[in-house]
């Protein structure tokens, strides 16, 4: 299963983005989703996380309070709006699909993840 993220770019700092992640159709409405972002050299890293049941979100101190994780099981699509983007937010955006109510911080449980989408945030 391969999930299918979108919506990056470039963007001056103090932009907004928002990227979106299409999952597998049959399971998306009770799976957990999360994306996560690397930059090269780096370690990949938490950004944010939704749970299905409630619908629970959980953000990275980094992020918190300029990003926002989204779904719509219709449409089987979870979204980052990503709002005051700083340079520090440049880097492959990931998203990740899991089976259940839960959501890590370090990729465990998550049984399907994205290509990737570039962000670049200019200053």
């Known amino acids: 299963v391969q999930l299918q993220a979108s919506g990056g770019g470039l963007m001056q700092s103090g932009g907004s983005l928002r990227l979106s992640c299409v999952g597998p159709?049959?399971?998306?409405?009770?799976?957990?989703m999360g994306w996560f972002r690397q930059t090269p050299g780096k370690e990949r890293e938490f950004v944010a996380a939704i749970k299905f049941r409630p619908t629970n979100t959980y953000y990275s101190d980094s992020v918190k309070g300029r990003f926002t994780i989204s779904r719509d099981n219709a449409k089987s699509t979870v979204y980052l709006q990503m709002n005051a983007l700083k340079p520090e937010d440049t880097a492959v955006y990931y998203c990740?699909?899991?089976?259940?109510?839960?959501?890590?911080?370090?990729?465990?449980?998550?049984?399907?993840w994205g290509q990737g989408t570039q962000v670049t945030v200019s200053s």
């Open positions: 990740a699909s899991g089976y259940g109510d839960f959501y890590s911080t370090d990729g465990t449980g998550y049984q399907y």
């Open positions: 159709a049959r399971t998306f409405s009770t799976s957990s």
